[in-house]
Every structure is written in C-alpha cells, then in structure tokens.
C-alpha cells in the first residue's frame, strides 16, 4: 500500500473523530507479533508491557501462539493485571522500594503466586522485610544480572550498555542467590540479564557508516561476551536452586539471544509498536503501528503549516531522535527553530501545499509506550475503520511510570 493510500485509509478509518488522536493498525500490529516470533525461534516471549501500556493490547498478542507472561515494570501495575486477569505471570523488571506496593503484595494471595520481583543487591532484601517485618509470607524474586559489557576484563573503567545491576560475574550472582536462599520469606525463581547495548541500539543509522560498523562490531564481540557469562552464572545459581526462567533479550536481540541454550525466555515489546528508534536495525523491520494525528490550526505562509500540540519528546539522551517524526503525507519535517511544541508544531516542506486548515498530519513517536502517556485511549483501526477504541493505562486511570 502506497503512503497516500494509507494516508486516505487512516483519515476515512478517523473520520469522526476530532484529533489530537492515536492509532494502532492492527494489520501491522499482527504482523509484528508474528515476526518477533519468528525470530525469536522457538523461545517464548515474554510482553515488556511498558512498550505497550494497553491492556486490550497486551490481552491481544498473550493471546497469540509463542507469548508467554508480562515484563511489567512497577509494582503496582504487576499487581493490577494480575488482578485484571491479562496474566497470571508477571515479572517486575526493575527493583522496587515502594513499601506500600509491597505491603499489598504480602496480603494479597493471588498476586504472590504470580508477581516476581527484582533484585540485585542484599539492600533489596532488606528493605522488603523492613516493609513487612518478620515472617511475612514467601515473595517470588529474580536475580538481576548485568548484561553491559566490559571490554578491559576485569575493570569497571569501561562500561557498555545501561547501567543496571551490580551483579556482573557468575561468582557475584552466585554469592546473592546464596543470600537469597539464606532468608525466610524469599523464593528464588529466575535470572534475568537484558542486554540493552545489542537489543536497544540500532546497528545501521542512515548515513554513518562508520558508527554502523562500530555499533556491529561491538554488539557481536559484547553478545559473545555475555553468552559465556550468562552460561556460567545460571549453571552457578541452578546448582543450587532449580530456576523457573532466564529471561534475556529484547525486540533488537532476538535471534542472537535464542540461540544461547541458558536462556529459556525472550522480552519484547517496542518491536509490537515500531516506534521510530527501531528504524535504524539491520536485520529487522517492524511496521509502524502506532501512529498519531495532528489537526493543521495555521498556514502561516505558502511554505509552512502549523499543528495543534505535538510536544510528545521521547525519554533517553537529548537529541533529533527523540522527537516526533512526520510520517503522513511524507515530505513534511520539523523546522530546526520550534520542533515538536507543547501547543504548536510547525512543519514545512514539499507536502505543505497539499495542507488546509483543519486537515490531518500523522506522525511517529520514537518510542513505543511512551505515547500511551499522551492519550487516553487507541483507536485500532482496520482497514477503513476504527474496529475498536481501547483505554490505555491513562485512560484507566493508572500513572504507574
């Protein structure tokens, strides 16, 4: 389908509503589980539910062949679709010290049997059972270990990825798993390591073909890296303990981490949306699915036109990539002077002439989840309508970011 056939398709499916508005095209979001599936080769995905933030969304691709439980990443939301019934096995992501999340936890039977909350550090520990004081009942834990790489072995001085989890060697892992089995009130069930230097950089940035090679030449030898790392901690942790889950990757990683036989599971999440960071990716390329629309409010000269809002920047280093895209009609960019604002969006180019007051731009966000932040609800549009208007977390009435 030609950009101006989708251009038409998404004006007719949105016809009567007013924008600012969000969609996700369903045909693309279908096609995008499918081909994280596929190339996660046989390995269950587990849903980062902060790249989607919708629970119709997230009900929808559980419901597919090769998805398997919920990466949430807080407490509280873990608990809220437990509770809702999206997945009765939730891993929260990150550590919490929200005391009153995990006070709701400890009483609340069916959430324990189905959250797993993180830790890194004895601190973790801690502060659970300052939360909850003694002998309070078992809560399900995974290990975090930390995937960057470090290319002068041995040395902190050089650090590759996010900057995560203290735990790094098999050795450091196993010491914590012995901490862990060492007190009452906490079950080690998993391992998890994301390596967010390979799975979270785009490995083919247009027009730099240096910065390509470096970014390929680092994942490969830091996957390889982490490959025997990651082996030797989990054989370190299952002698002592049976595991119930290695969780790894993410939508830029699949086929690389499917192919270590230590991990059992994958995440993904952005790859369902194909926000706009996952452009620059070599072996893969998801369809952009969730999309926004922008009403024109000004023509204020023959070569510019002005949009309502639009200020959505992405999280991460500041920089051209976190801002919006203009995708529909194509030949439309942000000018250098305004960018994507709070009340107005200017956009010039060739497009421009095509555009009255009152017509629509649709454009990209360069993350995935973040958008459901914006609106309250996604219109899932198919074909040339809108099959059904979902809420999402916002439009629930949840901030759990």
Request: include cysteine; charged fraction near 20%; charge should be neutral.
């Amino acid at each position: 389908m030609s950009p101006q056939q989708q251009r038409v398709r998404y004006d007719a499916a949105t016809e009567g509503i007013d924008p600012p508005l969000a969609i996700v095209d369903l045909d693309a979001f279908d096609h995008n589980a499918t081909e994280l599936v596929r190339r996660a080769a046989g390995r269950p995905i587990r849903v980062a539910s902060k790249s989607v933030r919708c629970r119709t969304l997230l009900e929808r691709v559980l419901e597919l062949p090769g998805y398997a439980g919920v990466m949430a990443y807080s407490l509280d939301e873990a608990r809220w679709l437990v509770a809702e019934g999206v997945s009765q096995d939730v891993l929260v992501g990150y550590p919490t010290v929200d005391r009153a999340a995990l006070q709701k936890l400890a009483v609340d039977e069916a959430a324990r049997a189905a959250v797993t909350i993180m830790v890194d550090s004895v601190r973790h520990l801690d502060l659970v059972d300052a939360a909850l004081g003694g002998g309070h009942p078992d809560i399900r834990v995974c290990l975090e270990l930390d995937a960057s790489w470090r290319p002068l072995r041995g040395s902190r001085a050089v650090h590759v990825g996010p900057l995560r989890s203290p735990v790094h060697t098999p050795a450091d892992a196993l010491a914590l798993a012995k901490q862990v089995l060492a007190r009452p009130g906490f079950t080690l069930v998993g391992i998890m390591a994301y390596e967010g230097q390979i799975a979270g950089i785009g490995d083919a940035p247009p027009g730099k073909p240096l910065r390509a090679a470096a970014v390929r030449w680092m994942q490969r030898h830091s996957a390889s890296e982490l490959a025997g790392r990651r082996a030797e901690a989990v054989a370190a942790v299952s002698a002592l303990t049976p595991l119930e889950f290695v969780n790894g990757g993410g939508t830029g990683s699949l086929e690389r981490t499917a192919e270590e036989s230590a991990v059992t599971e994958l995440a993904a999440g952005s790859g369902l949306l194909g926000p706009t960071l996952f452009d620059t990716y070599q072996g893969f390329q998801p369809r952009p699915a969730a999309l926004f629309a922008l009403p024109v409010v000004r023509r204020p000269g023959p070569h510019s036109a002005t949009l309502f809002a639009g200020g959505y920047l992405a999280s991460g280093p500041i920089g051209p990539d976190r801002v919006p895209t203009p995708y529909l009609p194509t030949g439309l960019k942000l000018t250098a002077l305004e960018g994507a604002g709070e009340v107005q969006t200017p956009v010039v180019g060739k497009a421009v002439a095509q555009l009255g007051v009152g017509d629509r731009v649709w454009l990209r966000h360069a993350k995935a989840g973040e958008l459901a932040e914006r609106f309250r609800e996604f219109h899932l549009v198919r074909g040339y309508q809108v099959e059904r208007t979902a809420p999402t977390y916002r439009g629930e009435g949840h901030a759990f970011g």
